[in-house]
């Protein structure tokens, strides 16, 4: 972590989990600090966000059922598994599905629209996308995603750099 602070934040929250948990969050939280972002409280949750964009990427915290949550935003992405792509379906797939709004018409988010929202392409040919500045829970995250996971939160951390790093210096 990039100070004192944070760290002591970060290892709190740790503490709750199961080992094995902890070590993988705590993986990710050092990589995320090592591309510059910084962590901090927010309500009950933990968020990564880089000075240099001011932009959310990953957040730790609870879900509504109290279990522990790792949330990625990773909409600039693509090629990614079988298994992100089932994260993405899940998002798109809900009851109360909202498309994501800056595909029709003007949006905060820079870069191109294709890369800021995620999308996912059923069976049947339909496409729906999601808004993209939204971190999206990676259930069971574990040992084994680790490889992916940060392989997605540098390209995410790239795409930020390049379109939101310039609009907000």
């Not at 002591?8 to 050092?30: C, M, N, T």
């Not at 309500?43 to 509504?64: E, M, S, T, W, Y």
């Not at 259930?139 to 940060?150: S, V």
Request: aromatic share 10%; proline share 5%; with cysteine.
């Amino acid at each position: 972590m990039r100070t004192l602070k944070q760290t002591e934040i970060l290892e709190e929250y740790l503490s709750g989990l199961q080992p094995e948990q902890a070590q993988v969050w705590r993986e990710l939280a050092l990589y995320l600090a090592g591309l510059g972002y910084d962590l901090k409280r927010q309500r009950a949750n933990l968020v990564f966000a880089c000075p240099l964009h001011r932009k959310q990427i990953a957040k730790i915290g609870f879900d509504k059922a109290g279990e522990p949550l790792f949330a990625l935003r990773f909409s600039a992405c693509r090629g990614y598994s079988p298994r992100f792509a089932e994260i993405v379906r899940h998002a798109v797939d809900k009851e109360k599905y909202r498309e994501a709004s800056c595909l029709q018409e003007e949006c905060y988010c820079k870069g191109p629209a294709s890369q800021r929202v995620y999308m996912y392409e059923f069976p049947n040919g339909e496409k729906r996308y999601h808004c993209g500045a939204v971190a999206l829970a990676i259930p069971g995250l574990n040992a084994a995603d680790l490889p992916e996971a940060k392989a997605l939160m540098e390209e995410e951390h790239r795409f930020l750099m390049k379109y939101e790093a310039e609009a907000s210096v």
